[in-house]
């Protein structure tokens, strides 16, 4: 199936997206596929926190992070109450509604 979510970068524009369930994507990919300013240094280990991203809406219905992503978000400076690592969040049905706020370039 396909899951619907929306995305806004750090000048408050917003972009839904239409994303397929069965290509065992994750978060950090499409928005780095997507162009954002997503660097990705780690290649989606949870260890270089550049995929760091808020999500506005939709948070409580994502897996919970593991100790590496909670490690590591630990380290950001601007981290919020819903703050994730878009790499350990799998496009999924979980994922479906939510809306993503890009941070990452704020911590480069
Ligand atoms: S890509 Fe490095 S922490 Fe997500």
């Known amino acids: 199936m396909d899951i619907s979510i929306t995305v806004i970068d750090k000048n408050e524009e917003s972009v839904v997206m239409e994303l397929p369930t069965d290509m065992s994507l994750k978060l950090m990919e499409v928005l780095k596929g997507e162009g954002y300013p997503i660097l990705a240094t780690c290649g989606g280990m949870a260890l270089c926190a550049t995929c760091h991203v808020q999500v506005l809406a939709g948070y ?3 897996a919970e992070a593991q100790d590496q992503e909670l ?3 630990d380290t950001i ?3 919020t109450d819903t703050s994730r690592l878009a790499c350990q969040i799998p ?3 979980n994922l479906n509604g939510a809306v993503i706020k890009v941070l990452a370039e704020d911590n480069i």
């Open 60 to 62: 409580e219905n994502l």
């Open 71 to 73: 490690d590591m978000l």
């Open 77 to 79: 400076p601007n981290l």
């Open 91 to 93: 496009v999924n049905e």
